[in-house]
């Protein structure tokens, strides 16, 4: 599985950024956005399973949106309100139909406040 995760940037307190990330050579079934910030884990932000059942880190409901494209294999990341505590690389994770979890290269997102 190749992943390929677009859309980060600078942004400012209270903007919106959104990130796709695009997946081939296999079916997927969950696909998932993570964050992580020098000296921190990386965490969880939001999950997506292939028939549209979402969770979200407590941080981020009410203000993130993933959604997915299943003919596309493509997962989006909808952040609006974005405060300075958003500011992380952005990482997508994905796992095939046989369990097997595949990581993105990461994407900058960064809020000024």
């Known amino acids: 599985v190749q992943l390929q995760a677009f859309g980060g940037g600078l942004v400012q307190a209270g903007g919106s950024l959104r990130l796709s990330c695009v997946a081939s050579?296999?079916?997927?079934?969950?696909m998932g956005w993570y964050r992580q910030v020098p000296g921190k884990q990386r965490e969880l932000v939001a999950v997506?399973?292939?028939?549209?059942?979402?969770a979200y880190a407590d941080s981020v409901k009410g203000r993130f949106t993933i959604s997915r494209d299943n003919a596309k294999n493509t997962a989006y990341l909808l952040m609006n309100s974005l405060k300075s505590e958003d500011t992380a690389v952005y990482y997508c994770?994905?796992?095939?139909?046989?369990?097997?979890?595949?990581w993105g290269q990461g994407t900058q997102v960064t809020v000024s406040s």
């Open positions: 997506i399973s292939r028939g549209g059942t979402t």
């Open positions: 050579g296999s079916i997927i079934n969950d």
């Open positions: 994770n994905v796992n095939n139909m046989w369990g097997a979890a595949y």
